[in-house]
């Protein structure tokens, strides 16, 4: 082999010019993908090779010089090659190794270095007759690469539509549904196709990008693809692409109720089947939670009959007022279940009395009173609780009413800030706006003689800042130690990251965290909700000493950090705008969790994707 090229290359080249099929060349090039060949250096190998191509009585002659026979068999590509000019030949190879690529499953991006290569020799045909061979061989190539392909050699316009079609057809059938879609997108056949069917089967299989792709070409079909996934398996999938698409989820009833069904399952299986009890919601709390929204109230009642807690159901009927939306068939089933319902009742309100201090008899009870704690609803609150910048050290914490819905997101309920002495709740819901509020809170945030210690308060400031804009108080924080950051510094090894946990390892207390899922927007608090919240906050200072006992307070100042959030996130390159979140409040007004919108789904054919056991055969794909 006497070409002018380097040793290295040289032996490279040779091997995949000797290998005895496509097939071979294909499964070695992956080979030297995985084993950490770059895509450029494929491509510039691959090139190499086209430009050094051996013509049928070189080869021949080379082979009769390699040791063993190994290369006897002739290799596929080079099949009457003596009746092809170089020229051809190179295409030929082209074309030869994509087929092969598609067949062997191999990676795309081999594929795309094989079409660079090529384009990027100097022996090419006439373009007619390079139309020609890649006319011939368009059906072969792997659809990942078919649009890269058919543009490279510009055959767009020698494919007659009926062909198009029928090789979109032919991978429908033959349930390669994914390259059936790219055909259906490169050749812009939808008109002609069964989007829905086609969509229906990518969903089946998991396909979400395909069918995303599918859906671009216009706004029907984004509709149509969030239609399908309104299933319970993929109605989280529905609701993203809601917000990708900026449509108003006010007008896919189907997927309001899938969501508030799978948030309300969540919610009961957090009432019956957690493995620690300490972590059980009560009914209370569920109940709670579905207050003022009929529809998520219809939809726990329907769960708990489905269930037969019955007397679980008789409970919210009463207390809800909602026998009128069941019919005398499910009124009369829970009756007949419940043999004394003043009994249920009765035994219901005992487990819900309120009282403050822990759920759990075993848990943490602070030292002090329900009328010591501080809720702050306005400027005169504000002005009891600036005893709080005298401190020398607070914990504070945050707490949001959990969603029925995750689609939607919530604004914070309740702010708890504590030092040794002051305990203090501020309701957020009332005090956006208020300006002592906003400037008592600049101040203390701000105060670097004050320490503020928090369990990632940093991801709580955030979403303040995110869901309430315009109260810039909390944007800074300075003077701020992360007790999750504190605890894996001064115990090394330890893989708590909890409240609960680092307290039980540092103070040798339990904290009871029933009320953690209660709805905070509800006012009053209840005692036992006040206690909770005013828990977690104290701690936190208590936790701090016992890690810092003994520390100099040169060493403690080593610790505290600063939070910023008054500039904006810097933006990822290509970087589109985030499409804002729907508000929950304007939500709820449109009657997101009114009984109407179960009525209004019934109403609507139902098109999702359900499991596809129970699907029907497959369908034609013309339309």
């Given at each position: 082999?006497?070409?002018?090229?380097?040793?290295?290359?040289?032996?490279?080249?040779?091997?995949?010019?000797?290998?005895?099929?496509?097939?071979?060349?294909?499964?070695?090039?992956?080979?030297?993908?995985?084993?950490?060949?770059?895509?450029?250096?494929?491509?510039?190998?691959?090139?190499?090779?086209?430009?050094?191509?051996?013509?049928?009585?070189?080869?021949?002659?080379?082979?009769?010089?390699?040791?063993?026979?190994?290369?006897?068999?002739?290799?596929?590509?080079?099949?009457?090659?003596?009746?092809?000019?170089?020229?051809?030949?190179?295409?030929?190879?082209?074309?030869?190794?994509?087929?092969?690529?598609?067949?062997?499953?191999?990676?795309?991006?081999?594929?795309?270095?094989?079409?660079?290569?090529?384009?990027?020799?100097?022996?090419?045909?006439?373009?007619?007759?390079?139309?020609?061979?890649?006319?011939?061989?368009?059906?072969?190539?792997?659809?990942?690469?078919?649009?890269?392909?058919?543009?490279?050699?510009?055959?767009?316009?020698?494919?007659?539509?009926?062909?198009?079609?029928?090789?979109?057809?032919?991978?429908?059938?033959?349930?390669?549904?994914?390259?059936?879609?790219?055909?259906?997108?490169?050749?812009?056949?939808?008109?002609?196709?069964?989007?829905?069917?086609?969509?229906?089967?990518?969903?089946?299989?998991?396909?979400?990008?395909?069918?995303?792709?599918?859906?671009?070409?216009?706004?029907?079909?984004?509709?149509?693809?969030?239609?399908?996934?309104?299933?319970?398996?993929?109605?989280?999938?529905?609701?993203?692409?809601?917000?990708?698409?900026?449509?108003?989820?006010?007008?896919?009833?189907?997927?309001?109720?899938?969501?508030?069904?799978?948030?309300?399952?969540?919610?009961?299986?957090?009432?019956?089947?957690?493995?620690?009890?300490?972590?059980?919601?009560?009914?209370?709390?569920?109940?709670?939670?579905?207050?003022?929204?009929?529809?998520?109230?219809?939809?726990?009642?329907?769960?708990?009959?489905?269930?037969?807690?019955?007397?679980?159901?008789?409970?919210?009927?009463?207390?809800?007022?909602?026998?009128?939306?069941?019919?005398?068939?499910?009124?009369?089933?829970?009756?007949?279940?419940?043999?004394?319902?003043?009994?249920?009742?009765?035994?219901?309100?005992?487990?819900?009395?309120?009282?403050?201090?822990?759920?759990?008899?075993?848990?943490?009870?602070?030292?002090?009173?329900?009328?010591?704690?501080?809720?702050?609803?306005?400027?005169?609150?504000?002005?009891?609780?600036?005893?709080?910048?005298?401190?020398?050290?607070?914990?504070?914490?945050?707490?949001?009413?959990?969603?029925?819905?995750?689609?939607?997101?919530?604004?914070?309920?309740?702010?708890?800030?504590?030092?040794?002495?002051?305990?203090?709740?501020?309701?957020?819901?009332?005090?956006?706006?208020?300006?002592?509020?906003?400037?008592?809170?600049?101040?203390?945030?701000?105060?670097?003689?004050?320490?503020?210690?928090?369990?990632?308060?940093?991801?709580?400031?955030?979403?303040?800042?995110?869901?309430?804009?315009?109260?810039?108080?909390?944007?800074?924080?300075?003077?701020?130690?992360?007790?999750?950051?504190?605890?894996?510094?001064?115990?090394?090894?330890?893989?708590?990251?909890?409240?609960?946990?680092?307290?039980?390892?540092?103070?040798?207390?339990?904290?009871?965290?029933?009320?953690?899922?209660?709805?905070?927007?509800?006012?009053?608090?209840?005692?036992?909700?006040?206690?909770?919240?005013?828990?977690?906050?104290?701690?936190?200072?208590?936790?701090?000493?016992?890690?810092?006992?003994?520390?100099?307070?040169e060493k403690v100042e080593m610790l505290l950090t600063s939070v910023n959030y008054n500039s904006a996130p810097e933006k990822e390159p290509g970087e589109t705008t985030e499409t804002p979140e729907v508000d929950i409040a304007i939500v709820e007004v449109a009657e997101l969790f009114s009984p109407e919108i179960i009525q209004k789904a019934k109403t609507i054919p139902d098109?999702?994707?359900?499991?596809?056991?129970?699907?029907?055969?497959?369908?034609?794909?013309?339309?």
């Amino acid at each position: 082999y006497t070409r002018s090229m380097e040793k290295e290359i040289d032996g490279v080249v040779l091997e995949f010019l000797v290998m005895p099929s496509f097939d071979a060349v294909a499964n070695g090039l992956n080979d030297k993908l995985k084993g950490g060949l770059k895509p450029i250096d494929i491509t510039n190998l691959l090139e190499l090779m086209f430009n050094n191509l051996l013509t049928h009585s070189e080869l021949e002659s080379l082979r009769k010089n390699l040791p063993g026979g190994k290369y006897k068999t002739e290799m596929s590509c080079l099949r009457n090659s003596s009746a092809l000019s170089l020229e051809d030949y190179a295409l030929n190879i082209a074309t030869g190794i994509l087929m092969a690529l598609k067949k062997n499953r191999c990676p795309q991006t081999l594929s795309r270095s094989v079409l660079n290569a090529y384009f990027s020799v100097g022996k090419r045909p006439a373009p007619e007759v390079e139309q020609a061979i890649a006319r011939k061989h368009y059906k072969l190539i792997s659809s990942d690469v078919l649009v890269e392909y058919v543009n490279a050699f510009n055959i767009m316009e020698l494919i007659p539509e009926e062909e198009k079609l029928d090789c979109a057809v032919t991978l429908y059938k033959e349930k390669k549904y994914v390259d059936c879609a790219n055909v259906v997108s490169l050749f812009e056949l939808y008109p002609k196709i069964d989007i829905q069917g086609l969509m229906s089967e990518l969903i089946k299989i998991n396909q979400l990008p395909a069918c995303k792709k599918l859906a671009e070409h216009k706004k029907e079909y984004k509709v149509l693809l969030v239609n399908l996934l309104c299933s319970n398996e993929n109605c989280k999938k529905a609701a993203k692409l809601i917000k990708d698409y900026n449509f108003s989820i006010i007008d896919f009833p189907h997927l309001i109720v899938r969501l508030q069904k799978k948030a309300i399952r969540y919610y009961i299986n957090c009432m019956t089947h957690k493995k620690d009890k300490s972590e059980q919601m009560s009914l209370g709390q569920v109940i709670d939670l579905v207050e003022n929204y009929p529809s998520a109230q219809l939809l726990l009642l329907q769960d708990l009959i489905y269930l037969e807690m019955y007397n679980e159901a008789w409970i919210i009927t009463e207390l809800n007022k909602l026998w009128k939306y069941l019919s005398p068939e499910e009124a009369g089933k829970i009756k007949a279940a419940v043999g004394k319902p003043d009994q249920v009742m009765t035994e219901y309100m005992k487990e819900n009395i309120d009282f403050f201090g822990p759920v759990s008899s075993d848990a943490f009870k602070i030292p002090c009173k329900f009328e010591d704690v501080l809720f702050v609803n306005d400027s005169a609150g504000v002005a009891k609780a600036k005893g709080l910048l005298s401190a020398s050290v607070i914990g504070i914490d945050c707490e949001w009413r959990p969603t029925l819905m995750t689609f939607v997101s919530v604004k914070p309920a309740i702010m708890q800030i504590a030092s040794e002495h002051i305990y203090a709740i501020f309701d957020l819901t009332k005090l956006e706006g208020n300006v002592q509020f906003s400037d008592f809170i600049r101040e203390l945030f701000m105060a670097p003689a004050i320490i503020k210690l928090g369990l990632a308060l940093r991801e709580d400031m955030r979403l303040v800042c995110h869901t309430i804009p315009k109260m810039d108080c909390f944007r800074y924080l300075f003077s701020y130690i992360d007790i999750a950051d504190l605890f894996k510094d001064k115990c090394p090894g330890e893989k708590q990251s909890s409240l609960a946990a680092i307290t039980e390892k540092v103070l040798k207390i339990s904290l009871c965290k029933k009320k953690q899922m209660s709805n905070w927007n509800k006012r009053p608090l209840t005692k036992c909700q006040t206690h909770y919240a005013i828990c977690d906050a104290y701690v936190l200072p208590l936790i701090f000493n016992k890690l810092t006992a003994g520390d100099s307070k040169e060493k403690v100042e080593m610790l505290l950090t600063s939070v910023n959030y008054n500039s904006a996130p810097e933006k990822e390159p290509g970087e589109t705008t985030e499409t804002p979140e729907v508000d929950i409040a304007i939500v709820e007004v449109a009657e997101l969790f009114s009984p109407e919108i179960i009525q209004k789904a019934k109403t609507i054919p139902d098109i999702s994707i359900k499991d596809s056991k129970e699907q029907p055969q497959q369908k034609p794909l013309v339309s």
